[in-house]
């Protein structure tokens, strides 16, 4: 019988915060959700006085609530759910029911499952929609407006895991993000300063501007009150109803005639027919470990199961990693798998090969072969390097009493998706961008793709998100994952290092300097101020071509550190990671 939970934080230097493992206070009570970017707890899992479960995401009331759960003996899985309808509601530029993504579990039994929720392209979708009339791609066509916009696969995915491995009832875990929508709660700085720069965008739409603009004009200051009234009751709906409520009835038809009105083409099947699928997890044989990945529509299997096993042929750890030669090998290995990526991945029904071969072990001990720390390897063709930094994407970590862990990539695409609110009070994506609009052309992350991925109706677009959960002994090690369009793949990839290669703490795995190359442009992008002039100066000698950008990725991540788990939300954007212990012995 669990009578006290108590969270410790490392940013509070082990204050112990005990609370009441009762209901769920009413909204206007809410606990002050501050932002901690770390939590310890000294425990095992399950033990008389062990851990209770652990989560951590961007958001802090949306941590808050997962916590409730698991302390409520819900599962991981139950957690996550409520995290994820939570952040719909608490952190709108990228948690959603409009958006889609991924969902990776690990049983307490040892079996893991991958849920792809991902968004379809429309049935009316079509080759030549994102093309102008001189047959160029039009940018705006698939990122502003509703066009922009894929089937959202949000609720059916939660849907669908709480009917598969669910245990608290699905209205119990929905209720925390109505109460908040409902009743409001206090947006972060970083919220109020995102919706203040937005402000035009946002008053091109009605529904928007009736949520994200002030009535009073003036700007939003940090712990306004942020209330979303049609939001909540789309989330009864859902909560009372089901995933129905999203597959026909009044909700849907709104959606569909704003859509029309707006220039897009979604219809009443798309929501009827959307599936959310099951697919295989991809299983990397890494140090003395297991690295459960996702595979297509996911980059995430391909790109970690050769960078992986590809780097671990030079000695990293003896050159440390800070050094040029560890930097610029890890540049090269990201480059040659982001090669590989655009050339050849899309929505698995459509991809004519087996992408597995691209992991066989002679191909990569011939690019092993081909990698020299000394040298820089152009692409092809150069490309100017698109302005995106990685402000939008989501992705939150849970792990249960019992051992079970889930992690969750999320988004709408871009920040705030579409920039257009549906009728129900969520915004929808703009994922159709993430498709080859005209094959061989850059999209908005520069990434240059192939007719793999070109639009077709019914089709996933090929995604960088790539949740992953490390097994050592039988037993989770650690739950990571990162938004951040492409620097998604490479931050995964480098925390990796970090944790098993360079053997740093967990906070430090996550907070250490990040760096990416992808295919095209050629460039290394690195986090200003972070790596070193001595590295810079280095990588510059070999012709590498450098720019700074401000920061890459986001990542929400729990490990275990010897007897203690460790969750870590990044400091870079500041959401929160705690963990609850049972009992009272501290
Ligand atoms: O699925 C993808 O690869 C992109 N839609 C992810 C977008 C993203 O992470 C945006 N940035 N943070």
Redesign the pocket.
Known sequence: MIEQTRIWSAVALLTVVTIACQAAPAPSERVDASRETGARAVAELGSATGVLGAAASAESHATLEAMRVLEEGGSAVDAAITLGFALAVTYPN?GNLGGGGFFLYRSPEGESWYLDFREVAPLAATLEMYLDEEGDPDRKASTRGWKAAGVPGSVFGMWEAHQRWGSLPWARLIQPAIELAEYGFEISFAEAAALNRLKSAFSEDAYAASVFVRSDGRPWIQRDVLRQPALASTLSAIATEGESALREGSIVRAIVAASQEGGGVLAMEDFAEYEPIIRPVHTIAWHDMEVLTITPPSSGSLFLGQTLPVLEEFPLAQWGWRDPRTVQLIGEAEAAAFRDRNRWLGDPASMEFSWIDLLDPSYLGQRALALDPELYTSPDEDLPMPPFE????THYSVLDAQGGAVAVTT?L??SYGAKVMAPGGFLMNN?MD?FAALPGHANQYGLVQSEANAVIAGRR?L???SPVIVVKNGKVDSVIGS????T?LTTVLQVLLNRYTFEMAPEDAVAAPRFHRQDRPPTLRYEAGRLGRPTLQALQALGQPLAEIRSLGDVNAIFRDGSEWVAVADSRRGGLGQVAVIGSDG
């Open positions: 990228a990685s402000t939008e994407t988004t695409n871009s994922e993430d677009p995604s960088s998100m938004p951040g369009g492409p998604i």
